[in-house]
């Protein structure tokens, strides 16, 4: 990458430093280089670093001069971003710097991902680390890994040693949005084995499709359509007037993306074939007026494919598995009672396979409340062992529980409208951040997540507003000061 792309843009030392460790790859799970970076930064300003085995790093500064007696502030990110890059790019994210640019008052990178989310949380670090000219309390700045592949630095971060009362998180992307909590989650598969036979018959293709999708967090309270369930849904609504039988049924491909589309195989009596038929056209126009509001586009569609010889699933065993797939709950189970149009508890079936003689099905279960997402995953546990299965969970990670009052949240807030002369908006979100395990870990801590404006992150029109970086920038330096 040419070096000094963003040279002279302010705030300098930003820019600086985002520009530097966007010069060393560190897609998640690639994070030791720009770790040693933080290490050597840290090691250069005579500052104590802790680097651990997973590479996350805590560097700490003493405070100001007047501010000893002052609580400690704790500057929070993460290392690691998303490796995405347009086809047919030759960029190797093992070894490749990101090649930088600057269009339109916004900061992006050539073919790839920019790393936004979250570089210039390290960024802003490393630049108040820098300065000299910022009065702050004793400052624990925290970088943690892996972050966009399971929050597991923080998970294994070791804090016995962070003394800090106030915590800035930063790893938001809506500037005057303040984020005060967010849901703890858990991945939950349900298990169904059955058993096969070979017999004789039409083989037919049952597609669900036309669904909007979407994140199942961000948008699981649009009342959009599941391509797993309703596929499970029209096969009952075949098998409650025509005998079929079913070879296979897959959906979805990531357990937090509601899915949009789905696919179930099965084998029908020549005979019956018009039978199916019109009873896939019955189903088709019950979902497409249900969904008409929501997912207007949504189709149902039977394409006959040929008479043969085929592996199918035992009538019982099929049951059983449209039993557990009509029956586990599955959107928005609870609304926040204190903060109107935040969903507290849902859940979502993002991945569906019957392969090896096993139904799998993974949902993605999320709640502010710990006690409501264990109902949920009790509930998860209860069906499957009426169908004959079981559950595994995995990935689970705590809740950060929003608190009516907290100092931190109060001081930023005056802070951003006295400024900006714009009123500040509380947020709490239904997705995982880094709080959840932070706040798990120091229960007293007070947080508030912020950042600058970054849009389309995860993907490779990601952009990052300079102007905005400079205001969130001025901000935290505020902040630091008011902080007594």
Same mark, same amino acid.
């Given at each position: 990458m040419e070096m000094g792309v963003l040279s002279g843009i302010k705030p300098e030392k930003v820019f600086k430093y985002f520009e530097e460790i966007s010069n060393i790859p560190r897609g998640s799970g690639n994070t030791k280089a720009v770790s040693d970076y933080c290490v050597k930064f840290a090691n250069e300003h005579g500052l104590y670093c802790r680097q651990d085995k997973l590479n996350n790093i805590i560097i700490k500064k003493p405070a &100001?001069?007047? $501010?000893e007696q002052d609580s400690g502030v704790i500057l929070q990110g993460h290392l690691d971003m998303v490796a995405e890059k347009k086809p047919g790019s030759s960029h190797d994210f093992m070894r490749d710097g990101l090649k930088l640019y600057v269009e339109d008052g916004y900061i992006k990178a050539e073919d790839t991902t920019l790393g936004g989310d979250d570089g210039i949380a390290v !960024?802003?670090?490393l630049a108040i680390l820098d300065s000299d000219d910022i009065s702050h309390p004793a400052l624990e700045v925290i970088f943690t890994v892996d972050e966009e592949v399971g929050m597991d630095g923080a998970r294994e971060l070791d804090m016995s040693d962070i003394n800090g009362k106030y915590l800035l998180n930063l790893d938001s992307e809506e500037e005057g949005i303040f984020? /005060?909590?967010c849901a703890g989650g858990a991945r939950v598969t349900g298990n169904i084995s059955y058993? =096969?036979?070979? =017999?004789?018959?039409?083989?037919? &293709?049952?597609?669900?499709s036309g669904l909007k999708g979407g994140h199942s967090g961000v948008e699981i309270d649009k009342e959009r359509g599941n391509a797993d369930i309703i596929a499970a849904r029209v096969l009952s609504g075949i098998l409650d007037n025509v005998y079929i039988e079913c070879i296979s049924i897959n959906g979805g491909s990531k *357990?937090? !993306?509601?899915?949009r589309e789905c696919k179930a195989e099965i084998l029908v009596n020549e005979r019956d074939v018009l039978k199916v038929k019109e009873q896939t056209e019955r189903m088709n126009n019950i979902i497409r007026s249900e969904y008409s509001s929501s997912d207007s586009d949504v189709n149902i569609t039977l394409k006959e494919e040929g008479y043969g010889t085929y592996t199918v699933m035992l009538p019982e065993d099929l049951n059983n598995i449209l039993f557990y797939l009509n029956n586990i709950p599955n959107g928005v189970v609870n609304m926040n009672p204190d903060i109107q149009g935040l969903v507290e508890t849902s859940l979502?079936?993002?991945?569906?396979t019957t392969a090896d003689n096993c139904m799998t099905a993974v949902s993605a279960v999320r709640s502010s409340v710990g006690t409501r997402k264990d109902y949920v995953i009790q509930k998860l546990g209860s069906v499957a062992d009426k169908a004959g299965g079981f559950t595994e969970v995995r990935g689970e990670y705590p809740e950060w529980e929003f608190k009516?009052?907290? #100092? +931190?949240? *109060?001081?930023? +807030?005056?802070? #951003?409208?006295? +400024? #900006?002369? $714009?009123?500040?908006? &509380?947020?709490?979100?239904? /997705?995982g951040l880094e709080c959840g395990y932070l706040s798990s870990k120091k229960p007293d801590i007070d947080i508030v997540a912020m950042g600058p404006d970054i849009y389309d992150i995860h993907? =490779?029109?990601? $952009?990052?507003?300079?102007?905005?970086? !400079? $205001?969130? #920038? =001025? +901000?935290i330096t505020e902040i630091l000061k008011r902080l007594h």
């Open positions: &100001t001069i007047g $501010r !960024a802003y670090g984020v /005060a909590g058993r =096969t036979v070979m =017999t004789e018959g039409i083989k037919c &293709t049952i597609e669900v *357990d937090n !993306a509601i899915p979502n079936l993002g991945i569906l009516k009052e907290s #100092y +931190l949240r *109060d001081v930023v +807030l005056g802070t #951003y409208k006295e +400024l #900006y002369k $714009r009123e500040p908006v &509380t947020n709490v979100i239904h /997705a993907t =490779t029109e990601e $952009r990052m507003s300079i102007e905005s970086v !400079a $205001r969130v #920038y =001025t +901000l």
